[in-house]
């Protein structure tokens, strides 16, 4: 940290010289104008950016040294993770047809990148999608809504003996991938941007809360994922009414945790966390029941029935993450 002393001039005014450094690598003159943001904890950002614009950061992904699609969509998916505003992809001419797939499948993927420009030895890839329209509140909203459907209907099919849902209850869990991707994205803009963050309507240092919870809420629905695959597993052979009661009630003991700990964070309620997580110690009992009861089932029927039983107490148990956190956030923004 550099130190400096403030001035009084002019028997009014207080001044404080800004580094030579910081002013020749921002290119600024005299009389130029500077902005300054004040934060409350007592901090003060002065930036070179005074009209609050985002900054358009690029991101060249050389395909030289890249052959495998799978690799490339991971490179590409960190890339728009980490906020990059344009994405470049440049090879050889002609680029493979697999690597030019996997770029297409990228946009399909994720929220805001679109192709603007396509020749044969590159592909300009650009976000479309302004942060401010997509605010943090809104995108846990519609994870909530997505992963608590995901989880029920796969309940659902399995009380119903009904598969025909379970492949389209699968297929959405790359819609909770793109919404928490984004949340991952937008947290890391935010944090590198404070104007960006007043304008979303929040504090940098919010950003990694709403990470986070988009990060437990994404577990949540991956187990909804393995709920539905293991209940196809069980429609096949067949489930006996006391097992099947035991998997409802703890499945809507864990749904009920998850749904009060989304509520405690938007309304921003201490006790209610508090109370999730006192309630949680009572989902264990529920689940050990669905395990001994898998115990009197014989071969995959035992197993699928026992992965089940892990999937709602490790939803229950994020949903505790969730209401921890929210006391965390809770605490510091009481200070």
């Not at 025909?164 to 991938?177: F, T």
């Not at 949340?183 to 809360?209: E, F, P």
Request: aromatic share 6%; charged share 30%.
């Amino acid at each position: 940290m550099e130190i400096r002393k403030v001035q009084m001039t002019g028997g009014s005014s207080y001044v404080v010289t800004l580094p030579k450094e910081w002013i020749v690598s921002n290119g600024i003159k005299k009389n130029d104008p500077v902005g300054m943001i004040p934060h409350p904890d007592g901090s003060l950002i002065v930036t070179s950016n005074t009209e609050g614009e985002k900054t358009h950061s690029s991101k060249t992904i050389d395909l030289s040294i890249i052959d495998n699609p799978s690799y490339l969509l991971r490179i590409l998916l960190g890339s728009y993770i980490q906020g990059y505003s344009v994405i470049e992809v440049r090879g050889h001419p002609p680029i493979e047809p697999s690597l030019r797939d996997t770029v297409t499948d990228f946009t399909k993927l994720t929220i805001g990148p679109e192709i603007i420009e396509e020749d044969d030895r590159s592909i300009r890839i650009k976000d479309l999608l302004d942060p401010t329209e997509m605010p943090f509140e809104n995108t846990i909203k519609r994870l909530f809504i997505l992963i608590r459907a995901m989880h029920n209907d796969g309940i659902g099919a399995l009380k119903s003996g009904d598969p025909s849902d379970i492949a389209e209850i699968i297929q959405r869990d790359d819609d909770v991938d793109r919404l928490h991707w984004l949340v991952a994205r937008q947290s890391n803009i935010a944090m590198l941007d404070t104007q960006l963050a007043r304008r979303m309507g929040i504090k940098a240092v919010d950003a990694i809360y709403f990470f986070l919870i988009s990060r437990y809420m994404e577990r949540i629905g991956d187990h909804a994922v393995a709920i539905a695959g293991n209940a196809d597993v069980l429609i096949k052979g067949s489930i006996r009414p006391a097992a099947l009661k035991n998997i409802e009630e703890a499945s809507d003991f864990a749904m009920d945790l998850f749904t009060e700990s989304i509520n405690a964070w938007s309304k921003k309620d201490v006790r209610a966390a508090n109370m999730v997580l006192d309630k949680l110690k009572k989902l264990r009992p529920l689940c050990e029941k669905i395990n001994r009861n898998a115990m009197k089932m014989e071969g995959e029927f035992s197993i699928a029935e026992s992965y089940i039983a892990e999937s709602i107490r490790r939803t229950g148990e994020y949903s505790g993450d969730i209401a921890e956190l929210t006391i965390n956030y809770l605490i510091r923004e009481r200070e």
